[in-house]
């Protein structure tokens, strides 16, 4: 492509409006995505420009290369909302990360979803820095990076729209090359990075049939989409196919609906499969996707599952009624019965299946291992019975399960060779409450005052409850910063829930941190658990102590401060002309003193000791003040 030189103030207007033209004029039926390809457009230091995506004549975004006034740091920005300029939307934005000192943006890959889930940097102008140069140190996902895409959404018409822009960065000459964009015209809809267009997912069974034995449980029926995407299609059972009886041979929902979202493009679905007792031949069962919807269905649309029948002719066979009763602890007794498929002479033995019971043969419950006879020309069920044993004993519900041991005689064990019965307990166990703090994390002023916790159990229960200040965890000082003496609470069975305990914080006019004090549940007794997670509240005393008034944000002006540094910026360059910034330490002292600021400003302090000072601005006279914290 041929690179085209914007000086500072131009725009990338002019190609959005041409491109975006082109794109109107060549019809697609399914085109969700706007996709403008443009001249290569490439910026060099001190140039800044201002790019207009849709056609709507307003500007979306900013971009500038600029240094800092001392010539060490240089930035290449990307701007998301200018608003003294009117330049962008307050929603628009672009996927990044915050460092140590700057917001950056994130150089994605082709194949990256940019969408809601993103992470989005909001803050002073929306701005992103997708490279930042200092003392020859290149910071940034960006720096001398090629073909890579920023992420972004942007309002259109009050709703927001996401898209990617391709860039090249260098940082040996510094500059940003502008290469092509493209969005989704749908509202909240997420973008593939480097997608062009949207085509439409292709659905496919996974392979084409499948031979499965009688005596399986299940077979699985998988279908997969070619591309992601928003799709569901039906899964039919094809009748005049179809030579097995569903809800007889097997069984299956139909029609079942495969709904894929959310970037996932296979879907597997089990059909239950019934071995039966029938003497039939091979069955068939023949599936049909139909009815796509946001999708296309390809040429795999028809799965054949063969069932080959596993039945040979067999003897009388014998089961276990297979029934799971469930009885009181003082339910008494009960009957098991066990059945022949027809008349027969069989002996049945059954006994205790011990590895499965866990109620105890004596004290829970009592029977008499034995046999069932069956005679030819007889009943087709027989019986035994079992008495439950109601104790006094508080205990989870218990099972007993009987089985079938062998046969003597025509006949044959079946497929159900188990009964169960559970026990439920109805012995009241004492309530056993969780102890926890309601608030684990809170905040209050260095006033006079008195912050009040709540301790809480899940259900009340007999318990005591000691809390004291956890002194290792703790920055604030017990008698000077707040008072708190070891405090016991007691709770009983069907009481209150809840007590409180008070934390005194006391005032005082030093400048300094904020401080933590950690009051702790440092123990409990009696009928009661802790909940570890929230067994200790941490409160944060947050200093009150200022010099004077705090109007930096009104008067547009950002000041930061990172270990030994003083970070001043002016969102009007001409608020700096003639202001004055002052350091001033506890007592008033102005340690540091700088004259003929400009809009963006470092200042490093090394020879200032750690601790509390006062930054002051000056501005026609009128000085702002703010606490600050060095960490020298």
């Given at each position: 492509?041929?690179?085209?030189?914007l000086?500072?103030?131009e725009?990338?207007?002019?190609?959005?409006?041409?491109?975006?033209?082109?794109?109107?004029?060549i019809?697609d039926a399914?085109a969700?995505?706007?996709?403008?390809?443009?001249p290569?457009v490439?910026l060099?230091l001190?140039?800044?420009?201002t790019?207009?995506?849709?056609?709507?004549?307003?500007?979306?975004?900013?971009f500038?290369?600029?240094?800092g006034?001392?010539g060490d740091w240089?930035?290449?920005?990307?701007?998301?909302?200018?608003?003294?300029?009117t330049?962008?939307?307050?929603?628009?934005?672009?996927?990044?990360y915050?460092?140590?000192?700057?917001?950056?943006g994130?150089?994605?890959?082709?194949?990256?979803?940019?969408?809601?889930?993103a992470?989005f940097?909001?803050?002073?102008y929306?701005q992103?820095?997708?490279?930042?140069?200092?003392?020859?140190?290149t910071?940034?996902?960006?720096g001398?990076?090629?073909?890579?895409?920023l992420?972004f959404?942007?309002?259109?018409g009050?709703?927001?729209?996401y898209g990617w822009?391709?860039?090249?960065?260098?940082?040996?000459?510094?500059?940003?090359t502008?290469?092509?964009?493209?969005?989704?015209d749908?509202?909240?809809?997420?973008?593939i990075a480097?997608a062009t267009a949207?085509?439409?997912?292709?659905?496919?069974?996974?392979g084409?049939a499948?031979i499965?034995d009688e005596?399986?449980a299940?077979?699985?029926?998988?279908?997969?989409?070619?591309?992601?995407?928003?799709?569901?299609?039906?899964?039919?059972?094809?009748?005049?196919?179809?030579?097995a009886?569903?809800?007889?041979?097997?069984?299956?929902?139909d029609?079942?609906?495969?709904t894929f979202?959310?970037g996932v493009?296979?879907?597997?679905?089990?059909?239950?499969l019934?071995d039966?007792l029938?003497f039939?031949?091979?069955?068939?069962?023949?599936?049909?996707?139909?009815?796509?919807?946001?999708?296309?269905?390809?040429?795999?649309?028809?799965?054949?599952?063969?069932?080959?029948?596993n039945?040979?002719?067999?003897?009388?066979l014998v089961?276990m009624?297979?029934?799971?009763?469930?009885?009181s602890?003082?339910?008494g007794?009960?009957?098991?019965g066990?059945?022949?498929?027809?008349?027969?002479?069989?002996?049945?033995?059954?006994?205790?299946?011990a590895?499965?019971?866990t109620?105890?043969?004596g004290?829970?419950?009592?029977?008499?291992?034995g046999?069932?006879?069956?005679?030819?020309g007889?009943?087709?069920?027989?019986?035994?019975?079992?008495?439950?044993i109601?104790?006094v004993?508080?205990?989870?519900?218990?099972?007993?399960i009987f089985?079938i041991?062998?046969v003597?005689g025509?006949?044959?064990?079946?497929l159900?060779?188990e009964?169960s019965?559970a026990?439920i307990?109805?012995d009241v166990?004492p309530?056993?409450?969780?102890v926890s703090?309601?608030?684990?994390a809170g905040?209050?002023?260095?006033?006079?005052t008195?912050?009040?916790?709540?301790?809480?159990?899940?259900?009340a229960?007999?318990?005591?409850?000691?809390?004291?200040v956890?002194?290792?965890?703790s920055?604030?000082t017990?008698?000077?910063?707040?008072?708190?003496?070891?405090?016991?609470?007691?709770?009983?069975e069907g009481?209150?829930?809840?007590?409180?305990?008070?934390?005194?914080?006391?005032?005082?006019?030093?400048?300094?941190?904020d401080?933590t004090?950690?009051?702790?549940?440092?123990?409990?007794d009696?009928?009661?658990?802790?909940?570890?997670?929230?067994?200790?509240l941490?409160?944060?005393?947050?200093n009150?102590?200022f010099i004077?008034?705090h109007?930096?944000?009104?008067?547009?002006?950002?000041?930061?401060?990172f270990?030994?540094q003083?970070?001043?910026?002016?969102?009007n360059a001409?608020?700096?002309?003639?202001?004055?910034f002052?350091?001033?330490?506890?007592?008033?002292?102005?340690?540091f003193d700088a004259?003929?600021?400009?809009s963006?400003?470092?200042?490093t302090l090394?020879?200032?000791?750690?601790?509390?000072?006062?930054?002051r601005?000056?501005i026609?006279?009128?000085?702002?003040?703010?606490?600050?914290y060095?960490?020298?």
């Open positions: 492509m041929k690179k085209t030189v000086n500072k103030n725009r990338l207007l002019a190609y959005s409006a041409m491109a975006a033209a082109m794109v109107a004029a019809p399914n969700d995505i706007v996709y403008v390809d443009i290569d490439t060099e001190g140039d800044f420009t790019a207009e995506f849709d056609g709507d004549g307003v500007v979306d975004f900013a500038g290369l600029s240094s006034n001392s240089t930035f290449i920005r990307a701007f998301g909302s200018i608003s003294f300029l330049y962008g939307n307050a929603t628009n934005m672009f996927i990044g915050s460092g140590a000192i700057l917001p950056y994130s150089a994605l890959g082709s194949g990256a979803l940019i969408g809601p889930d992470s940097v909001e803050g002073l929306n992103v820095f997708m490279a930042s140069i200092y003392s020859g140190i910071y940034g996902q960006f001398d990076a090629e073909d890579h895409y992420g959404k942007f309002d259109i009050g709703e927001l729209h822009i391709r860039v090249n960065c260098t940082v040996g000459p510094v500059t940003l502008v290469r092509d964009w493209a969005y989704d749908e509202a909240n809809t997420p973008i480097g949207t085509p439409l997912p292709v659905a496919n069974f996974e084409d499948i499965v005596t399986a299940s077979t699985t029926v998988t279908v997969m989409l070619d591309i992601a995407g928003d799709c569901s299609v039906d899964l039919d059972v094809n009748d005049a196919l179809t030579t009886t569903n809800g007889v041979d097997f069984t299956m929902s029609p079942t609906v495969a979202a959310g493009t296979t879907l597997s679905f089990d059909i239950t019934t039966d029938d039939e031949g091979t069955e068939s069962i023949v599936i049909d996707i139909n009815n796509p919807v946001g999708c296309e269905i390809g040429a795999a649309s028809q799965y054949a599952i063969v069932i080959d029948d039945e040979v002719p067999l003897p009388a089961n009624d297979g029934t799971a009763v469930a009885l602890e003082s339910g007794s009960g009957s098991v066990i059945n022949i498929s027809e008349t027969s002479d069989c002996v049945v033995d059954y006994a205790l299946n590895g499965g019971t109620a105890t043969e004290s829970d419950f009592t029977y008499t291992t046999s069932v006879t069956f005679v030819d007889g009943a087709l069920t027989q019986s035994f019975d079992y008495t439950i109601d104790d004993e508080v205990e989870s519900t218990e099972d007993i089985e041991t062998g003597t025509t006949c044959a064990i079946g159900i060779t009964s019965v026990i307990d109805n166990a309530v056993v409450g969780e703090l309601t608030e684990v905040t209050v002023e260095e006033i006079a008195t912050f009040t916790g709540t301790v809480e159990m899940d259900e229960s007999d318990c005591t409850v000691t809390l004291n956890n002194a290792g965890a920055t604030a017990n008698g000077e910063d707040f008072t708190f003496s070891e405090t016991i609470l007691t709770f009983t009481g209150a829930t809840t007590q409180t305990f008070d934390v005194t914080i006391n005032a005082d006019v030093e400048i300094e941190p401080e004090v950690v009051v702790e549940i440092t123990s409990i009696g009928s009661c658990t802790l909940d570890e997670t929230a067994d200790a941490s409160l944060v005393i947050v009150n102590d004077d008034i109007e930096f944000s009104n008067a547009g002006i950002q000041l930061y401060t270990n030994n003083v970070m001043l910026q002016f969102e001409s608020s700096a002309d003639g202001a004055g002052q350091l001033l330490d506890a007592t008033g002292r102005i340690v004259s003929n600021l400009v963006e400003n470092t200042f090394n020879t200032l000791p750690t601790g509390v000072y006062v930054a601005v000056v026609n006279g009128k000085a702002l003040d703010k606490q600050v060095l960490n020298n």
